[in-house]
């Protein structure tokens, strides 16, 4: 059973055009949801994180939108830059447990 | 602060052999994760351990897979007769609260 889910698998955009990473949960106990940035042969780092009393969280040109009705959020980078190009993934944790269950992530490529 | 140290980054084991992995949790954090990594299955919980105490193991396969933290320092997770399938990146990362920072991962072969 796949806990979190993301949309999708693979993306492609031009450097400067607004990249849309998906992701939807299943557990309702899920309060803190990160995303991390992934590059070749490095582990995931965190990019950004929102908790669920908050419906948007901005840090640069990257944004979570979250919806707690419909469990689902989205990560936006906007202005997307060929250095961007990376895999995301969308990961979820709550009921007093720091244990992250990860989305199977999105690989973004932006062209120059 | 050079982050969470995995040794060895790489590692190419024969079928039957054992594999013990290295971790090096950035100091004062106190909570040591391990997960593994493949294609097919994404990012996979295996352990976690809180002030070196195990909390909660249920992502290790029952047998052969074990994970250790002896002290603050380090943790280690030990493969016995390893198999083809176990082959993949094994990463560990430590925290001190929600966030959790990874090390680069030992990427295991079994040949």
């Known amino acids: 059973q796949q806990q979190v889910r993301q949309s999708p698998q693979s993306l492609t955009v031009w450097e400067g055009e607004t990249a849309i990473l998906n992701c939807s949960y299943e557990?309702?106990?899920?309060?803190?949801f990160p995303w991390y940035q992934q590059f070749p042969g490095e582990g995931p780092a965190l990019l950004i994180s929102?908790?669920?009393?908050?419906d948007k969280k901005e840090d640069g040109r990257f944004t979570i939108f979250f919806n707690k009705r419909e469990k689902k959020l989205s990560l936006h980078i906007t202005d997307s830059q060929p250095g961007d190009s990376a895999t995301y993934f969308c990961a979820a944790s709550g009921g007093g447990n720091n244990k992250l269950t990860f989305g199977q992530g999105t690989v973004l490529s932006v062209i120059p | 602060n050079a982050g969470v140290i995995q040794t060895p980054r790489h590692k190419v084991t024969g079928k039957g052999q054992e594999a013990t992995l290295w971790c090096e949790p950035i100091s004062g954090h106190s909570a040591v994760f391990w997960y593994r990594q493949t294609i097919v299955q994404g990012l996979e919980f295996l352990t976690y351990f809180r002030n070196q105490a195990p909390i909660d193991d249920s992502g290790m396969p029952k047998e052969r897979f074990s994970a250790q933290m002896p002290n603050q320092s380090h943790s280690t997770l030990k493969i016995q007769s390893t198999q083809p399938q176990d082959s993949a990146v094994y990463l560990c990362?430590?925290?001190?609260?929600?966030?959790?920072?990874f090390g680069h991962g030992t990427k295991l072969s079994v040949l």
């Open positions: 990362a430590s925290s001190l609260g929600e966030r959790l920072f």
């Open positions: 929102i908790s669920s009393v908050s």
């Open positions: 557990d309702s106990t899920f309060n803190y």
